[in-house]
């Protein structure tokens, strides 16, 4: 399916930098009762810096995705990417989104730093959870990837880890 893009225009622009707005307000109310509950915050950053973040709590999971949209967002064969709560994500600096459809259909928003290009995070329509990109963290080794999804799009190159649990597809699919 060819993607639908949404964010084209100032105006579109500027409203989902809104919204990442006041999701960042939320986060900052919430932040201390976060961190104060848990001793694991992990920070990072974008590549200019201009971007940072921490996260408050251990991810849900930590996969590769292989389709084909990672792999134009990312510049790499795949992203690898951390699932956690939103409340347990802080950003500080201004984020850009970008909108496409998702091979499953779903739309996909990714989250890039305007000024390096740096892909920080990506969600669906489920505002409970966002992945954040491992690759972004100061120390991404914790980070392992348990999952690799969307294998039915994977360059024949890539050599997958034997140990991750595999789907050709999303794991709803
Ligand atoms: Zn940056
Ligand atoms: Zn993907």
Redesign the pocket.
């Known amino acids: 399916m060819a993607p639908s893009w949404t964010v084209g225009t100032e105006f579109a622009k500027r409203s989902n930098r809104d919204i990442l707005t006041s999701k960042r307000f939320i986060l900052r109310k919430r932040r201390n009762q976060v961190i104060a509950s848990n001793s694991t915050s992990q920070k990072g ?7 940072t973040f921490s996260v408050s709590a251990a991810p849900l999971g930590v996969g590769n995705c292989h389709c084909r949209s990672c792999q134009r967002a990312t510049g790499a064969p795949f992203f690898t990417e951390a699932v956690f709560p939103y409340e347990a994500l802080t950003i500080q ?1 201004d984020l850009m989104q970008h909108t496409s459809i998702a091979d499953s259909g779903a739309n996909a928003h990714r989250a890039f ?6 892909l920080m995070i990506a969600y669906g329509d489920n505002p409970e959870i966002v992945a954040v990109s491992v690759s972004a963290f100061d120390d991404p080794s914790p980070y392992a990837p348990q999952l690799d999804i969307w294998l039915s799009e994977a360059q024949p190159w890539v050599r997958l880890d034997p140990n991750t649990v595999k789907h050709e597809k999303s794991p709803k699919a």
């Open positions: 950053r974008c590549l200019c810096g201009r971007v600096g730093c305007p000024h390096c290009g740096a």
